[in-house]
DNA sequence: CCTCAAGACGAACGGCGTTCGTGGCAAACA
DNA sequence: TGTTTGCCACGAACGCCGTTCGTCTTGAGG
């Protein structure tokens, strides 16, 4: 049945406010809520216009392709960080709350850490986490040619964790399991397989499979940020 | 024009060692010549089959899935690389040495590497590479439990490494200009980049854009790679 | 009231990983 | 030797994907 032509006398009234306009912002924003609950592999421009009600090629007019809407989202992400102005008795514990924060924050979104690895990240929001890193760094006495490398590697090393972090839980989500008993599996899984191995070729994994296994991602995190933390800090007496 | 029935007297010569047959061995050393011609994004299951003379489907008879292939070519990859028996003595280097082979064997075959990133390898020479730096570490007097977790920091090391190289190269490739003047346009762009940032807001990166972009990534993973170890060092007098 | 640029969007293109069902062939069995 | 049986090859298709083209709508400026 067709439908019947308005009645000139009702108001039609503009049924706008329904579909609140296609706007970058709302894109991006749409776009975050994906990846935040679904993950980074789960987004798809089809799906950011379907959760607004439209096509994909709507999204064309504010957005030049996927990886632009991956970087912005990047920053909008990093927005939510923090850096302290430089104390500089104080760069290696600052520095490491600093990359710890990061990691928390980023990782509060999903793995959209990923990203980082994908395009070398330069929004505003990347440049002012670096320049504060790097502030941190030099003011502490760290050699300047160090700290600007030390500003990548630490970047990487985040958004490497991101990406890590990424295959459990995407594992965990189609396993149907809750996060304890599929983690408490895998676990015992991994470190079974590791004490089964022939022991004559793998003396130290079979001894050690549980350091191996046991410690949680976060824990294996701070440890490598300390790792190299004590690294850097071997270089400021000596220079 | 339908083909005629062979003469009866001529002998049919099986027409077989012109189209070799499908093992998995030939679809894995396809797959890696593959991606060592044009990287890891390039292959797909549909490629491999083609340059096989063959469709898709004749692929997952001997190989579950395209992750699955990947594995094996990674696995496929690592056997190239030798571990040394642990010289306590001489730890450090040694740890520094294995490293820089496998990141430098890996990068040899394309940007393969990034597969230990997206599934955690468990093939045979994943544990005997792991075997083996744990065991040179905790020979040199690591202790264990930051020995095993340096593993998994290590091979993350060499993984990430890989995938941001394959950004350039694959942006290098897309371009068409040769490696040289593509690099050297990619640093003064983004030395001019940041040089020209406004210096209230970015002192640091300003004035230290040459050092933040200059490295080359070798240099960078060295340095990486120098900080963990020195990390790792600071931990073996004091236990 | 007309013009015109910009946004919205349906449809389609070419690609992907994977599955289904068929067909043929060779080895195992009778 | 004749028959069965199980495996491998493969064409076709499914349901995704990112992106583009051309058309339509709409609202602001002249």
Chains 1, 2 share one sequence.
Do not use: C
């Not at 050699?143 to 500003?151: E, F, K, Q, S």
């Not at 001894?207 to 991602?217: H, K, L, T």
Request: net charge negative; charged share 25%.
């Amino acid at each position: 049945m067709e439908p019947l032509p308005a009645p000139p006398w009702r108001k039609t009234r503009t049924p706008k406010p329904v579909k609140p306009q296609l706007t970058q912002d709302l894109i991006v924003e749409t776009g975050q809520r994906i990846v935040g609950r679904e993950g980074l592999d789960a987004l798809s421009m089809r799906k950011v216009a379907q959760e607004l009600d439209t096509g994909p090629a709507s999204l064309y007019a504010h957005v030049a392709n996927k990886e632009e809407l991956l970087e912005l989202i990047y920053e909008r992400v990093l927005a939510e960080i923090e850096v302290p102005a430089p104390e500089p008795e104080r760069w290696a514990e600052q520095l490491r709350e600093t990359v710890l924060t990061m990691h928390q924050v980023l990782n509060s979104h999903g793995d959209i850490g990923r990203v980082s690895l994908a395009n070398v990240p330069m929004g505003a929001n990347s440049m002012r986490l670096g320049e504060g890193m790097l502030a941190i760094m030099i003011e502490g006495g760290v050699p300047p040619r160090l700290a600007a490398i030390a500003v990548d590697r630490l970047g990487m090393l985040v958004a490497a964790d991101a990406y890590e972090g990424s295959l459990y839980t995407s594992q965990q989500r189609s396993s149907g399991m809750d996060v304890e008993t599929f983690v408490a599996d895998m676990f015992t899984q991994m470190e079974d397989y590791l004490r089964n191995l022939p022991p004559e070729r793998f003396p130290y994994l079979t001894r050690y499979a549980a350091e191996m296994v046991r410690p949680s991602g976060e824990e294996r995190f701070e440890l490598g940020l300390d790792l190299l933390i004590a690294g850097l800090a071997a270089h400021v007496r000596s220079d």
